[in-house]
């Protein structure tokens, strides 16, 4: 227990000072300097309002939550799906990996309002952004990792007669796995933004307002503690997210050299 | 110790007439190459490095075409039990799967070959039991130490029954102790099985203790400049090393290989 409790010192003290020290600075700084509550809010303001609205903080990061989650998901499957597809012959590759490219330049702020007109306004539709905004760094990792199969072991599975559905099952996609970890953690973050994003941009149409449509409300009303509040909680999510893929990452690699952990 | 294998079962033999390698880009790996190697035998293939043994090898497997000439392996007359599989091939490094418990390594290749759970995990037991590791079976690869990790990789050609064992500088990256255990284990199996085996390597002593036979090439591109039989007694143990005709035959080796260093 005591080992335990030095560990979790070692790994969370360091930030939670900086977190503390950090706070109460800012909160001094606003209070001396009476920085108007439209510009900046106090520390202390934004941790009432978190108390106090609690019930429709909650309901508008529930809201997010399952956008984030659901475009996260597709990420992964999706992304997963077309690295194999890529990685199966390098003609595949070469006619196709540019366009997935794509992902990555859209522009999102110009998309998801045609998004919200060909999916209906609401969940499809940010969470369609959150995946839009997602997807590549999955793609982009995986396919790195499964084109750096080592050779040897390509040689061998070659020997043995292995199909190239049996090397792709028992040796080039579990290779990949700590290559897939990065992308997907990458990803994790990203689906948050993207649908805090694509809800600052269309969410309101749709029955649930997420923590992207309290942002727009609460800043134009000049109510910069719920802004805070509401970005605390995105952050908060997009942690939670991360964490959830470094626990199951560690995991499914806890018997990998240390190296292929990080 | 497995039971022995009937000696028409065991072993491939090897036939190379004219074979040359040229990559693209025009390195010549292999000049023009002529080398019989019988079924049964014990071969170690010394030379400088880039000369083209491990490209050798690579054309012997069959995982490399030569440009010219052929390149033929005849398997034993009678075809052994099910499963067995011609070839196996031991890198430098062991190149396991880390995802893969020891046993599940092992049973790789078998597994590939449609083998069923049952069969592959008594057998590839079997092939670990015969390189020491029969108490290893549930670790991972990262909890060995390299000779340990070497050694799985050596069941892991052995669990098909290969007739014919390539190894390619298997030992070279392992400690001077851990190697000669490794060596008279290597040569403990082939006394019992009696695959024809092909090893490269750098170290002379390592080609004189395993080996019946030593093959030394030049520079690239790698001809033979020496082939001669090493005049040792079959039974080889830890102690011969120390022995004045360990000594000379290692003697004789090393000064072929001083000439394949030297040949322009
Ligand atoms: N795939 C390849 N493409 C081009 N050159 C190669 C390739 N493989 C090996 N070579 C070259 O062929 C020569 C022999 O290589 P190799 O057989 O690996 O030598 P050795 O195993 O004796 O050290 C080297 O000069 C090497 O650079
Ligand atoms: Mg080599």
Redesign the interface.
């Known amino acids: 227990m005591k080992a335990f409790l030095q560990r979790w010192g070692t790994a969370y003290g360091p930030p939670l000072v900086v977190l503390i020290v950090g706070t109460l600075l800012l909160e001094a700084y606003v209070r001396w300097t009476h920085v108007p509550i439209y510009l900046a809010p106090r520390p202390s303001d934004v941790i009432l309002t978190l108390h106090r609205e609690r019930a429709y903080l909650l309901a508008a990061s529930w809201s997010t939550a399952k956008a984030a989650l659901v475009g996260f998901g597709l990420s992964a499957g999706v992304g997963v799906a077309i690295a194999l597809a890529l990685a199966s012959s390098a003609w595949v590759r070469r006619a196709f990996y540019p366009y997935t490219v794509f992902f990555q330049t859209v522009p999102i702020i110009a998309i998801a309002p045609m998004l919200s007109i060909w999916l209906a306004p609401g969940l499809k539709a940010v969470a369609a952004c959150a995946f839009i905004v997602s997807v590549f760094p999955v793609i982009a990792n995986t396919l790195a990792g499964l084109i750096a199969t080592?050779p040897?072991?390509v040689?061998?599975?070659?020997?043995?007669?292995?199909s190239r559905t049996?090397a792709m099952l028992?040796?080039r996609f579990?290779?990949a796995?700590p290559n897939v970890f990065i992308g997907l953690r990458v990803a994790a973050g990203l689906a948050v933004i993207g649908t805090v994003v694509a809800e600052f941009l269309v969410g309101e149409l749709g029955e649930e307002q997420g923590l992207g449509v309290v942002i727009v409300g609460a800043s134009h009303n000049g109510h910069s503690d719920r802004v805070f509040a509401a970005v605390l909680l995105a952050s908060a999510l997009g942690l939670t997210m991360f964490g959830a893929v470094n626990l199951v990452a560690r995991r499914v690699l806890r018997?990998?050299?240390?190296s292929?952990r990080t | 110790m497995p039971d022995p294998v009937p000696a028409a079962l065991a072993g491939s033999s090897v036939t190379l007439r004219g074979v040359r390698k040229e990559f693209p880009g025009g390195v010549v790996a292999i000049d023009p190459m002529d080398l019989d190697v019988a079924a049964g035998e014990f071969l170690a293939i010394l030379g400088p490095s880039g000369c083209g043994k491990s490209t050798l090898l690579?054309m012997i497997?069959?995982?490399e075409r030569p440009t010219a000439g052929t390149v033929e392996v005849h398997r034993p007359s009678t075809t052994g039990h099910a499963g067995r599989?011609d070839?196996?091939?031991v890198?430098q490094?062991a190149?396991l799967?880390?995802?893969r418990t020891v046993l599940s390594n092992a049973a790789?290749?078998l597994?590939?070959?449609g083998i069923g759970r049952a069969e592959r995990q008594a057998r590839a037991a079997d092939a670990l039991a015969n390189v020491g590791l029969g108490d290893a079976l549930a670790r991972?690869?990262?909890q060995l130490s390299g000779g340990m990790r070497m050694r799985v990789s050596l069941a892991r050609a052995m669990v098909?029954d290969p007739t014919l064992l390539l190894l390619d500088e298997p030992f070279a990256a392992l400690d001077e102790i851990t190697r000669q255990r490794l060596d008279e284990q290597l040569r403990e199996l082939w006394q019992a099985r009696r695959m024809t085996v092909i090893f490269v390597t750098h170290s002379t002593t390592e080609a004189v203790f395993l080996a019946d036979r030593a093959v030394v090439m030049s520079k690239r591109p790698g001809r033979i400049i020496s082939d001669r039989a090493v005049a040792l007694a079959p039974a080889r143990v830890g102690a011969l090393r120390g022995t004045a005709d360990f000594v000379h035959e290692t003697r004789i080796v090393y000064e072929a290989l001083e000439r394949g260093e030297a040949s322009a």
Do not use: V
């Open positions: 080592d040897a072991l040689d061998l599975f070659r020997l043995y007669g292995a049996a028992k040796l579990p290779a796995l018997n990998w050299h240390a292929a | 690579r497997s069959g995982l599989f070839i196996a091939y890198f490094d190149h799967l880390p995802w790789m290749p597994e590939l070959r991972y690869p990262n098909t």
